[in-house]
């Protein structure tokens, strides 16, 4: 069965230094991987997706199949990254709209 | 361009009771996924609706049930329900002719079963 795994709850980083949230994943087939956010009262929004290979708010993220990994990275953070994100696996229903989350991990950054 | 709006935003119910859930999609999208969000977990995949009909359905009891419309709002329908029930509840839409995977959430209901 597929599964999405974020090992860290919670994560606080000093604003200005790299961030990286942990994505690992399960799946037996070709997965397509996304990251959404939710910002503080604000709705789920998707942040970015792996077959894009863009940079949206300065974050990145690279799938790694050999690790089964998707971690999300920024190079300095912002005090407006503060948010939970999710880690996102599509499948294995045909249509990728049929997501599987995981736990979800809330960044905090300090001024 | 409207989102996606939920109603309503807060119940509560006892169990064994019924319950119904409504969503309306954003301008444009054909396709309406449902999410169970348990405290501190991410959104459950419960069930979608194509074109009225289910398409794909997640692990969940046949007691939740859903209809699509066709001007493509969706409900969502539990029935005897139980105090695990109680979560907040995600509906999100997309574009079938664009599947990107971008789901677009609304605000949920959240719903507590006492």
């Known amino acids: 069965a597929q599964r999405v795994t974020q090992p860290e709850k919670l994560l606080s980083v000093f604003k200005g230094a790299p961030v990286e949230l942990k994505c690992n994943y399960s799946?037996?087939?070709?997965?397509?991987l996304f990251w959404y956010v939710q910002y503080s009262r604000q709705r789920l929004q998707l942040l970015l997706r792996?077959?894009s290979r863009e940079s949206i708010k300065g974050f990145t993220a690279d799938l790694n199949k050999g690790e089964t990994s998707f971690h999300l990275k920024k190079p300095f953070a912002q005090e407006e990254d503060s948010a939970m994100y999710y880690c996102?696996?599509?499948?294995?229903?045909?249509?990728?709209?049929?997501?599987?989350f995981g736990t979800g991990t809330r960044l905090t950054i300090i001024p | 361009e409207t989102g996606v709006t939920q109603s309503p935003t807060h119940l509560i119910k006892t169990r064994g009771q019924q319950v119904t859930l409504r969503c309306s999609s954003q301008?444009?999208?054909?396709?309406v996924s449902w999410y169970q969000q348990a405290l501190g977990q991410g959104p459950q995949f419960i069930f979608q609706?194509?074109?009225?009909?289910?398409?794909g359905r997640g692990n969940f009891p046949p007691r939740f049930s859903g209809l699509q419309f066709p001007n493509y709002s969706s409900e969502l329908n539990v029935n005897a329900l139980e105090l695990d029930d109680s979560a907040l509840y995600l509906c999100?839409?997309?574009?079938?002719?664009?599947?990107?995977?971008?789901?677009?959430f609304g605000e949920g209901s959240r719903l507590t079963v006492l």
């Open positions: 999100a839409s997309s574009p079938r002719d664009r599947a990107s995977g971008e789901l677009f």
């Open positions: 799946y037996s087939g070709s997965p397509e």
């Open positions: 792996h077959i």
């Open positions: 996102a696996l599509s499948g294995p229903w045909f249509g990728n709209e049929k997501l599987t």
């Open positions: 301008s444009g999208h054909n396709t």
């Open positions: 609706y194509y074109r009225e009909e289910e398409n």
